[in-house]
């Protein structure tokens, strides 16, 4: 399947996104990995998260309750309190390996309120407000790599996960750039990774015929 094909499911250019699990990062140390997975699609993403973060987003997919609030339980239930509901959560912009997001917020009389947030705060009070997650699909071809068939929520392999958030995606990159990742898995004699780049040069050469 395409990333187009797989990707036919928003009109307005967003993808609905789900929370997969939690992995310790190998990319960076003390750190966690994010799998977030395409909600109708076998794209994920892996997004680093703090320590921090990372427990409290996993303390809510256990379904555990902490004997005293946390932080973003504390935000959902300041904003329930005033009648504040989270629309959605909007990753938006991937720049130098960090992505952004938007918190959009509604009041009971309908005015609308949008706030940069990290994306793992986001995450994190859309799981406890059960708001949707949305990203672009631009983001999603940059970022998201594709998993084998397995089952259906299993999480990415550590040596997946480190491979996709460590080397730019093929598509991405320009064409002397190809050239040059062509010539280096010859000389190295790895011909599988050479005929993988060879597909993508082909196909660029054939989109710009």
């Known amino acids: 399947m395409s990333f187009e094909e ?3 499911q928003s009109d307005d250019g967003r993808v609905r996104l789900r929370v997969l699990g939690i992995s310790y990062s190998q990319i960076q140390s003390g750190a966690y990995a994010l799998i977030l997975a395409q909600a109708d699609g076998p794209y994920r993403i892996p997004v680093v998260v703090g320590a921090a973060e990372a427990q409290s987003i996993a303390i809510k997919m256990e379904g555990i309750v902490p004997p005293r609030p946390m ?6 239930s300041l904003a329930q309190a005033y009648g504040v509901v989270l629309r959605d959560v909007f990753i938006h912009k991937f720049e130098d390996g960090i992505f952004s997001s938007e918190l959009t917020f509604v009041d009971g009389q309908g005015r609308e309120v949008v706030l940069d947030a990290r994306t793992s ?3 994190a ?9 949305f990203t672009t699909r631009e983001i999603l071809a940059e970022t998201g790599f594709l998993m084998e068939v397995k089952e259906a929520e299993e999480l990415p392999s550590d040596s997946e996960i480190a491979e996709a958030m460590s ?6 990159l320009a064409m002397e750039e190809l050239e040059r990742e062509l010539a280096r898995h010859i000389e190295q004699e790895e011909y ?3 005929a993988k780049v060879q597909a993508v040069i082909n196909a660029k050469k054939a989109g710009n015929a």
Do not use: C, G, V, Y
Request: glycine share 0%; net charge negative.
């Open 192 to 194: 599988e990774e050479a």
């Open 125 to 133: 009070i859309a799981m406890r407000t059960k708001a949707p997650i």
């Open 71 to 76: 932080t973003h339980d504390l935000f959902a």
């Open 121 to 123: 705060d986001a995450i």
């Open 167 to 172: 080397q730019p995606k093929l598509e991405n």
């Open 6 to 8: 797989s990707n036919r």
